[in-house]
């Protein structure tokens, strides 16, 4: 049976599809037979980004379908070694389907408070309302500034509602968004520094990932 990672959010504008991408570029490479589920299907967000990569030729191809349903999705998922559901943009019905099904939960969230409380809402609601652990919820930390002190916050933030932020954060760069355009992940970007940082932010989801296999 697939591992299965749900990566969801409350509102826009959290790298969701960011981190999907990302992930997926990443297990594939290393060998899983990795699907990436869309279940946005009227953006198509991930759906067109695995067009601009194919076209391209990049290697390795990302396997990805667009599901209008989490049944669908879910359905799907049992040929694969991992499943990374990119969930739609804001809270459903669905975001707790996916959630119940999933081994982990992954919420992006920036550092502003309009970015970590209704990202924590969603949390809570899962949890309190669904019956989810708080051990099967991470928070990727995305869209950071240069201030340690305000990621260092952020951090607490999410401490004190009782989750857990992933190692690492990804900051806002344009040349990010520019690989995205070309259908890489941000952790293919050229400049050093950027990939780097990249890197290391999936390498402690990752890390989380592994301890579910082991």
């Known amino acids: 049976m697939a591992l299965r990672v749900a990566i969801l959010a409350q509102k826009g504008g959290t790298r969701k599809s960011t981190l999907s991408r990302a992930l997926s570029v990443a297990y594939t490479k290393g060998g899983w037979k990795t699907l990436l589920a869309d279940l946005d299907a009227n953006q198509a967000t991930a759906g067109r980004w695995a067009l601009r990569r194919q076209a391209r030729g990049i290697e390795p191809a990302i396997d990805l379908q667009l599901h209008p349903t989490a049944a669908r999705a879910l ?31 992954l919420i992006p969230s920036g550092n502003s408070l309009d970015d970590l409380e209704p990202s924590v809402t969603l949390a809570m609601l899962l949890v309190q309302e669904h019956g989810i652990s708080p051990e099967r919820i991470l928070f990727p930390l995305t869209n950071m500034g240069k201030s340690l002190a305000e990621i260092a916050d952020a951090r607490a933030y999410l401490e004190k509602a009782g989750f857990q932020a992933s190692p690492g954060f ?6 990010y968004g520019q690989a995205h355009d070309q259908g890489r992940a941000v952790t293919e970007v050229r400049a050093p520094g950027p990939k780097k940082q990249a890197n290391d932010w999936i390498r402690g989801i990752i890390d989380r990932i592994d301890q579910l296999v082991n």
């Open 170 to 175: 990804l900051s806002i760069m344009t040349c």
């Open 75 to 105: 359905a799907a998922s049992d040929d694969y070694d991992l499943v990374i559901f990119d969930g739609k943009g804001f809270a459903s019905d669905e975001t707790a389907v996916l959630a119940k099904a999933a081994d982990l939960i």
